[in-house]
C-alpha cells in the first residue's frame, strides 16, 4: 500500500474508532505512532530510534508551548466558578416577567438566560441542565408543546460555545494560527444574529399556533409589589421616578412610611433611586463608548495603534495603516450615532413616563440578578476586544470576577470550588492531551501525503470558491453527526486551512462559518450532546425521540444564518477589520 494510501486510511480509521467510542486524544496518538512508525520504518534502525518518537517529542513541546492555550484553564474555571456560584432562577424569573407580555414568553425568557448564561460560563452541558431543571418543568407545567420546550433549551444551550469568551475559538485560533481577539470580534455579530433567529423563529411559531404555547394565567403574570411601594406611590405620584425624585428633596412624607423592617430610611429612597437611574446609565454609556472609541480613541498617534495592534497579535499592521485608520470618523458613523442619540432618548423618555411599580420592581430583580454577571462579561470582552489586555490577561479578569460574584451571592463553598478546579483541571488536560494527539496525528498524515493527496484530489475539481465554501462546511457538517466540535477543529479542519489561501477565502470568515455550523453538532443525532444532557434531567414521559424532533428546526436556522453570513460577509467581518484594521 502506497504512503498516500496509508494517509487515508489513517483518516478513515481515526472516524470509525472514534465513533466505537475510544478516547479522542489517545486513538489520534495511538494512530498517529502506529502509522508513522510504518512511515519512518528502517530494518536498519532499532525499534526506539524510530523517527516517529522524535516527531512525537517535537509536536508535544510544540503544543505544550502554543501562548494561545494559556487563556483556556482561566475560561474554563470561569465558567465552572459561574455554574456553580451564580444565581440563573432568579434570573430566569426576573426575564420571564419582563417579557411576560411576548408569546410564548417563558420560551423567550429561557432563550436569553441560555444565550446569556452561555456567554458567562461557555459550557453548553452546564447551561442545557441548569436550564433543563429550571426552565422546562414550568414550561411543561403551561402547556407548551414537548418540542418548543426542549427544542429552545437545547439550541439555547448551544450558543455559549459560539459567543465569545468560548474555548472553541481559542482552540481554533491555535490551530489555524489566527488572532483570538479578531475571532472573538468577528463571531460576536453572527452569534447574536443566530440567537435573534432562534428568537424570531419561537415568537413566530408561537403567533401562528398559539396552543404550542398557551398564555400564562393571571397570577404567573403578576409581579409582587412590597406595600411600602403604593404607600409611597399615594404619598408623592403614582409614576415611581417622580415619586423618587420628590422624595430625595422632600423626605418627610417618605419617613412614615413602614417597610416591614422600620420606617423608610432617606438611604433607602437614594438606593433605589441610582436602581432607577441604570437603564439611563445603559443607554447613555453605550453612546459614550462608542463616541469615545470611534471619535477620541482613533486620534492617538501611528505608532500607539501600531503597538497596541502588535500587542493583539498583528504585527503585519504598519505605520502607514495605523496613520489611515486614526484618520477620523466617517459620516455614517456621525448620522448613525445621531440617530442612536434621538432613538435614545425617546426609549428613556417613554419609559420614565411609564415607570410603574410593577415596572421599577421588574427593574430591581433584573438589576440584582443579571447586573453583575452583565458587568463582569461587558468587562472581559471589552478589554479584549478594546485592546486594554491579552486574552489571557482577560480571562484571569474573569476568573477572579467569578469567585467574587459567588461570595458575594454566598453560594459558592469550599466543596464547590475544589469540584470547580478539579473540573477545570480535568477539561484543561483533556485540550492539551487533544493538541499533542492532533499536532502527532497531522504530521504524520503530513508526512504519508495525505495533506498533498486531498489538496490535489480538491483542486482537481477545479471548483470556485463558492463551491469550495460550500463542499468545506458539507463536510464538517456531516462530520457534525458522528463526532463533536473538538475531534472536528483539531483532525480535520487543518485539512481544509491549506485550501483557503488558493480559493481566497479569508481563514476568519471560514472559522466563524465553521463555528456557526458546528452549533448543528450539538443538535445532530446521533451524538447530539445537547439532547441527552436534557434527557438526564427531563421527566420521564419526555422521550429522546421528542427531543430530537424539538432541535431539528433549529438545525436548518443554522443553515440560514450561514447562507446570511456568506451574502453578507460584513456581518463576520466588518468589526475585526474596523477594530484592528486588515
Not at 502607514?320 to 486614526?326: I, Y
Not at 445537547?530 to 420521564?540: D, E, I, N, T, W
Amino acid at each position: 500500500m502506497s504512503d498516500p494510501a496509508l494517509g487515508l486510511l489513517m483518516l478513515g480509521l481515526i472516524v470509525v474508532v472514534i465513533v466505537m467510542g475510544f478516547p479522542t486524544a489517545f486513538t489520534l496518538m495511538g494512530l498517529g505512532i502506529v502509522f508513522g512508525y510504518i512511515a519512518f520504518y528502517n530494518p536498519a534502525q532499532a525499534l526506539i530510534d524510530n523517527r516517529v518518537f522524535e516527531l512525537m517529542v517535537q509536536r508535544t513541546y510544540g503544543a505544550m508551548t502554543n501562548d494561545v492555550l494559556i487563556s483556556v484553564p482561566l475560561f474554563v474555571l470561569m465558567g465552572y466558578v459561574m455554574e456553580r456560584g451564580a444565581l440563573v432562577d432568579k434570573m430566569f424569573y426576573a426575564i420571564q416577567l419582563a417579557f411576560r407580555n411576548v408569546p410564548a414568553s417563558l420560551a423567550v425568557a429561557t432563550l436569553i438566560v441560555c444565550t446569556f448564561w452561555g456567554i458567562a460560563s461557555g459550557l453548553v452541558g452546564a447551561v442545557v441542565v441548569l436550564m433543563g431543571v429550571i426552565a422546562l418543568n414550568p414550561m411543561l407545567r403551561a402547556g407548551y408543546d414537548v418540542k418548543l420546550a426542549t427544542g429552545v433549551i437545547t439550541a439555547g444551550g448551544t450558543l455559549g460555545i459560539l459567543i465569545p469568551p468560548s474555548v472553541m475559538i481559542i482552540v481554533y485560533a491555535a490551530v489555524a494560527g489566527q488572532s483570538v481577539v479578531k475571532l472573538y470580534a468577528a463571531a460576536m455579530f453572527p452569534g447574536f444574529f443566530l440567537a435573534l433567529l432562534y428568537l424570531v423563529y419561537i415568537i413566530g411559531w408561537a403567533l401562528i399556533s398559539p396552543r404550542v404555547a398557551p398564555k400564562l394565567s393571571e397570577e404567573q403574570l403578576r409581579v409582587p409589589v412590597p406595600d411600602w411601594v403604593s404607600k409611597f406611590q399615594a404619598a408623592y405620584s403614582k409614576n415611581v421616578f417622580v415619586s423618587l425624585v420628590s422624595a430625595l428633596f422632600n423626605p418627610a412624607k417618605a419617613k412614615a412610611i413602614e417597610t416591614g423592617k422600620g420606617h423608610l430610611a432617606y438611604g433607602q429612597i437614594v438606593k433605589n433611586f441610582l436602581i432607577s437611574l441604570i437603564p439611563f446609565i445603559i443607554v447613555a454609556g453605550m453612546l459614550a463608548t462608542a463616541w469615545w472609541y470611534v471619535v477620541i480613541h482613533q486620534q492617538v498617534g501611528p505608532e500607539a495603534v501600531v503597538e497596541g495592534v502588535e500587542q493583539l497579535g498583528s504585527p503585519d499592521i504598519g505605520p502607514k495603516e495605523a496613520t489611515d485608520a486614526q484618520k477620523g470618523a466617517p459620516m455614517g458613523f456621525y448620522i448613525g450615532w445621531g440617530i442612536a442619540v434621538l432613538l435614545g432618548l425617546f426609549y428613556i423618555f417613554r419609559y420614565y413616563t411609564r415607570l410603574t411599580a410593577e415596572r421599577f420592581e421588574i427593574l430591581k430583580l433584573l438589576t440584582s440578578s443579571i447586573m453583575p454577571l452583565g458587568t463582569l462579561t461587558v468587562v472581559v470582552l471589552g478589554v479584549i476586544l478594546f485592546g486594554v489586555t491579552t486574552a489571557t490577561e482577560s480571562a484571569a479578569v474573569g476568573a477572579l470576577g467569578a469567585f467574587l460574584l459567588a461570595i458575594q451571592a454566598r453560594t459558592l463553598d469550599w466543596k464547590r470550588t475544589k469540584e470547580a478546579v478539579f473540573l477545570t483541571a480535568k477539561t484543561t488536560a483533556m485540550v492539551c492531551w487533544l493538541f499533542v494527539g492532533s499536532a502527532v496525528f497531522s504530521g504524520v498524515f503530513a508526512i504519508l501525503g495525505g495533506q498533498a493527496l486531498v489538496e490535489k484530489w480538491v483542486l482537481g475539481m477545479n471548483l470556485t470558491p463558492l463551491q469550495f465554501m460550500i463542499l468545506s462546511q458539507m463536510v464538517i457538517f456531516i462530520l457534525g453527526w458522528p463526532l463533536e466540535w473538538t475531534e472536528i477543529i483539531v483532525i480535520f479542519v487543518p485539512i481544509f486551512l491549506p485550501l483557503l489561501k488558493h480559493f481566497n477565502i479569508d481563514p476568519i470568515l471560514w472559522g466563524v462559518l465553521v463555528f456557526v455550523n458546528l452549533q448543528a453538532a450539538f443538535l445532530s443525532p446521533p451524538v447530539a450532546m445537547s439532547a441527552f444532557y436534557l434527557k438526564g434531567v427531563a421527566p420521564k414521559h419526555v422521550t429522546i425521540n421528542q427531543i430530537f424532533g424539538g432541535m431539528m428546526p433549529y438545525m436548518g436556522i443554522v443553515i440560514l444564518c450561514m447562507i446570511f453570513m456568506y451574502i453578507w460577509p460584513g456581518m463576520t467581518l466588518w468589526l475585526p477589520n474596523f477594530l484592528y484594521g486588515r
